[in-house]
């Protein structure tokens, strides 16, 4: 009975969104969910703000990073899952990790370490 119930409080809530943010590089830290092509007006959540330092995006799907709210800053990137990035346009093969069904991004690579605000993530 007592492995039981260890059992149940080790379980992890699954993450099922499209996008993930991580606060610390190669998905480390607190995570922060969004689910594809919801929260179209979406800026990143109170504490978020120029925080994120690694992203991670499922196959078939895509995050649009901005430096400032309301979709604004000089430095907008686009990252695919299927491990594809344009930034400062230019389209290339990132080197980001495939994990999970998706590809993860480290954000200084893109000089946007700790400085976007806001994002979208959508089918591609
Ligand atoms: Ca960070």
């Known amino acids: 009975m007592k492995r039981f119930f260890l059992l149940i409080f080790l379980a992890q809530p699954a993450l099922s969104a499209e996008c993930l943010y991580y606060k610390e ?7 922060l969910e969004q689910k594809a092509n919801q929260n179209a007006d979406y800026n990143l959540a109170s504490g978020w703000g ?6 991670w995006v499922k196959d078939g799907y895509y995050a649009v990073l ?5 979709f604004r800053g ?5 990252v695919y899952g299927s ?5 400062k346009n230019v389209w290339q093969r990132t080197g980001g990790s495939t994990v999970n069904g998706g590809t993860s991004f480290n954000l200084d690579r893109f000089g946007l370490d700790n400085l976007i605000s806001a994002t979208l993530c ?3």
Not at 25 to 31: D, K, M, S
Not at 83 to 87: E, H, I, Q
Request: hydrophobic share 30%; aromatic share 10%; proline share 6%.
């Open 83 to 87: 491990g594809l990035s344009f930034a």
């Open 25 to 31: 590089p190669n998905r480390g830290g607190t995570v």
């Open 66 to 70: 901005f430096e400032h709210p309301g």
């Open 74 to 78: 000089s430095n907008t990137v686009y």
């Open 50 to 55: 120029d925080q994120v330092s690694s992203v």
């Open 122 to 124: 959508l089918k591609e």
